[in-house]
C-alpha cells in the first residue's frame, strides 16, 4: 500500500516543466537563459562578406660560391651568388564574418543598457555619501579649532 502511495504521488506531484509552461513570467525568463546561452537560435541572420587576400611566396635557394683566378701576376677573385627558385605558393586568405542570433544580441543590450544605468546611479550615490562625508569632516575640523583656539 505505501509503495503506490509513493508512486501515485511521484506521477501526481509537481512538474516543473508545467509549473513554467504555465506561468507567462516564468516562461519568459527562463527564454531568456536559454537564449543567453545560445541553446536555441531560430533567428539567425548570417551577413558573409567575402574578403580574398592572393599572395605569391616564392621560397628561393641561394648558392654562394667563390671563384679565384690567376692571371700572370693577378689574381681574380669573383663571388656568385646564384638564387635558384625552388617553389612557389599561392595563399588564398577569405575572411567571412556573420551575426548570430538577433534575440542573444538583443537580450545582451538589454542587460548592459540596464547595468549601464545601474552604474550611473551608484556613482550617483557615491558622490553624495563623498559629499556628506567632506561635510562632516569640515564640520569636526571647525569644532576642533573652536576648542583648541580658547
Known sequence: MIRISLILLLFVSCNPVK???????MFDQVAKEVIKAGLCANDTTI???SD???KVDTLTI????????????????T?????????SL????????YIVDNARVNILQAELTSAKVEAENWRGRANKAFGWLIIVLMGIGAYLYIKLKR
Request: charged content about 40%; overall charge positive.
Open 62 to 77: 641561394v648558392d654562394e660560391q667563390l671563384e679565384v683566378k690567376v692571371f700572370n701576376d693577378t689574381t681574380y677573385i
Open 79 to 87: 663571388k656568385w651568388k646564384t638564387r635558384f627558385v625552388k617553389e
Open 90 to 97: 599561392t595563399i588564398h586568405d577569405t575572411i567571412k564574418r
Open 52 to 54: 580574398t587576400t592572393i
Open 47 to 49: 551577413i558573409t562578406k
Open 19 to 25: 509549473k513554467v509552461l504555465k506561468d507567462r513570467t
